[in-house]
């Protein structure tokens, strides 16, 4: 089984409330037939597919940056704070950016990841266009250090 849901803008934690508002009521719905979705206290979620172990949560977001992804460092910095980035639309500057990991985080963790993630990709592509250099932020940046 597999939820996704969507939402257009830049209201991830409604998107996230929504997630978990259908993930519960598939759960409630199954325990009223007697039946439950797999879960272990130490590896998460458990399905078919191994990759999936752990929160089983995928976060994709799309982001248009046209200055920051031109840079060299721009996939090793998203590496760094946890975040996969997937060019869709190099003309435009338009990215995919995704968590990594899955196994070892809570989904809160994951949530956090990606929206301190993505607000720094942000904050660096405003500063670019205002024509500061971010390089010493962008070598620095780490997961859960990410926004002061």
Aim: charged share 25%.
């Amino acid at each position: 089984m597999k939820i996704i849901t969507k939402e257009a803008g830049s209201n991830i934690k409604k998107t996230f409330n929504l997630l978990v508002f259908t993930q519960n009521a598939i759960i409630a719905t199954l325990r009223l037939k007697g039946h439950s979705i797999m879960i272990n206290n130490h590896l998460g979620h458990i399905s078919t597919c191994p990759s999936n172990l752990g929160t089983a949560l995928h976060i994709d977001v799309l982001l248009k940056v046209p200055l920051i992804s031109k840079r060299t460092d721009f996939e090793t910095a998203c590496h760094q704070m946890r975040l996969k980035a997937k060019k869709i639309d190099p003309e435009s500057g338009t990215w995919e950016i995704s968590n990594i990991d899955r196994l070892g985080y809570s989904e809160v963790t994951a949530m956090n990841f990606v929206t301190e993630g993505i607000a720094n990709i942000i904050r660096w592509e405003e500063m670019l266009e205002a024509g500061k250099n971010i390089d010493k932020e962008v070598a620095s940046c780490k997961p859960n250090k990410l926004i002061s």
